[in-house]
Every structure is written in structure tokens, then in C-alpha cells.
């Protein structure tokens, strides 16, 4: 097995906080770094919060981040963690460290993640919280370490994914530019890009 750190997100944008908190995850291990985009199928849907394609956010991805390639991106059909647990397990590799924005241990992303690893691998006549870990280290060959991505409290002050979106959609390169660190081409598709996604949502309402 592999040993791998994921990052999952809808990266709806892919921003500078994005790439800051995957290179600080590759400071931080030598495990390969998996970036795991989450497109739900109904989310999707929602072109307002999510106009971006899988393709469109790999290019994002490889643009921002040296050295990553498709091989660190997989695509996940919903923010279960299991998902990509499963997924990688079956390409030969496991998680190792779970990493989310906010604030380490306590942060609701994290809290979550755990919760829901305990959740499946909890039966029924168990009640003793002290055995989860080992149960589902046993099951599912797991020993996982939850970490938030601004290791030393370093973060980054820069436009957010719904600023960038709607610095596209005024036209505005600067403040996309702030939040990204991607060109005018880049800038160019994106805007275009998501001009057709709300186009399309208001022809999809005039029916």
C-alpha cells in the first residue's frame, strides 16, 4: 500500500488558500498528496456554487500546483468519507492523514470525517468508544491522523472561493487574480465559463 494524504473540497474555485494548504500538507509528510474533488451528483446541478467542470478544476490544480498530476486527483461523489477510503484503497492506497481548514482538532470538517468513520465501522453491540479506532483499523486497515492545513497558524489572506466566483462574474481580474494567482487566459475561460453556467440556469427556469 501506498501511503497517501487527502484534501478533500468542491475547489469551486481552486485558490491560493487551496494551494497554500496543499503545499503546506506536502511540507509537512512525504506522503503522496491526493486532492479529492467533491462533485455530488445533484450539487452539481447548482451552477451559481459549483459552474466549474472536473475538467476545468484539474487544469485549476495542475496550473496552481507544480508537480501535481492527475494521479493526485481523484473525483468523489459525495463528502462521505468513506468514499475516497474505499476508492484508494482499491488503487493501493491508504489514507494516512485527513487534512481540512479551521481549526486542527476541533474544526466541524474533521469532527465530522471521525464521526462518520466510527459510524461505519461501529456494530451494533458495541458501545466502548476506546474500541472504534481498533475496530476500524482492523476492517478497513486504517490508522488515520486528522490535521488542519495552516500548519503554524500560517493563513492566507486572499479572496475566497465566492469572491473569485463573483469576481468573474464583474469582470474583475484583480480580485480574481488576489484569490488565485491565475493569469488572464485563465481568467478569461473561467469568466466565460460561468456566464454559460448562469445562462443556462436562466433558460432552465423559463421553461
Avoid: C, W
Amino acid at each position: 500500500m501506498v501511503n497517501v494524504s487527502l484534501l478533500m473540497g468542491r475547489f469551486q474555485p481552486f485558490t491560493k488558500g487551496h494551494a497554500l494548504a496543499v503545499r503546506n500538507i506536502m511540507k509537512d509528510t512525504n506522503d503522496t498528496p491526493i486532492i479529492g474533488i467533491v462533485r455530488g451528483v445533484k450539487s452539481s446541478l447548482d451552477l451559481n456554487r459549483n459552474p466549474f467542470s472536473e475538467d476545468d478544476q484539474r487544469l485549476m490544480i495542475k496550473t496552481a500546483l507544480k508537480g501535481i498530476t492527475d494521479e493526485n486527483i481523484i473525483v468523489i461523489p459525495s463528502a462521505y468519507i468513506l468514499e475516497p477510503v474505499l476508492a484508494l484503497q482499491e488503487k493501493g492506497m491508504s489514507i494516512k492523514t485527513i487534512y481540512a481548514g479551521g481549526k486542527g482538532d476541533s474544526d466541524d470538517r474533521l469532527s465530522s470525517y471521525k464521526a462518520q468513520l466510527n459510524r461505519a465501522k461501529m456494530p451494533k453491540d458495541v458501545n466502548d468508544p476506546s474500541k472504534v479506532q481498533e475496530l476500524i483499523k482492523d476492517v478497513y486497515n486504517l490508522d488515520i491522523t486528522y490535521k488542519d492545513t495552516m500548519i503554524n497558524n500560517k493563513r492566507l489572506e486572499a479572496t475566497s472561493g465566492t469572491g473569485v466566483r463573483q469576481a468573474l462574474i464583474d469582470n474583475d481580474y484583480k480580485s480574481f487574480e488576489k484569490g488565485t494567482g491565475y493569469n488572464k487566459d485563465m481568467f478569461s475561460k473561467l469568466r466565460n465559463t460561468i456566464l454559460e453556467g448562469k445562462k443556462a440556469m436562466l433558460e432552465t427556469k423559463k421553461r
